[in-house]
């Protein structure tokens, strides 16, 4: 009775796991999925309105928790702090890429902004592209490894 009580706690751990691991594969992938969003709707902006950038982003419904930290960041630098990004779901390497992309926004007249705008937009788009390529395929192999490598663990302990 025992042993089968530490094979389904040890599996349900492994299980819990690989979740824990797709949940924040699925968090990247929002992640890209809003930012090419932000992009989207701050080019349109300044094609057709040119309100202030900090207005812009302003007032949106994120479902990414870690883009709405950052914008917030975003805003707080724009009215006269340092810029101090969190991480979140990022690597280093797409945090360093997003603090770019925040400091340089509105730095430029307006045709340069849309230009960089829609570069951005589009390298933004094939991460997202290829994050939800690997998602759709590694997706639920992290929860079947978690659950499988829990089980083993609980067999290996009785």
């Not at 810029?83 to 770019?100: I, N, P, R």
């Amino acid at each position: 009775m025992n042993g089968v009580l530490i094979v389904a706690l040890s599996a349900l751990c492994g299980l819990m796991i690989g979740i824990a691991l797709t949940k924040r594969q699925r968090e990247r992938e929002a992640y890209y999925r809003e930012f090419s969003g932000l992009c989207a709707h701050i080019i349109s902006n300044i094609s057709y309105r040119a309100d202030k950038i900090a207005d812009v982003v302003s007032g949106i419904e994120w479902q990414s928790s870690a883009l709405q930290k950052n914008v917030e960041e975003y805003k707080a630098y724009v009215s006269g702090g340092e810029l101090s990004l969190s991480q979140g779901v990022l690597t280093k390497a797409e945090l360093a890429a997003v603090k770019e992309f925040f400091v340089r926004l509105g730095r430029y007249d307006g045709e340069t902004q849309l230009a960089e705008l829609k570069q951005r937009q589009n390298e933004l788009a094939l991460c997202y592209k290829e994050i939800k390529d690997k998602n759709d395929k590694q997706g639920n192999m992290y929860v079947k490894l978690g659950f499988l490598a829990g089980l083993l663990l609980g067999i290996l302990l009785v």
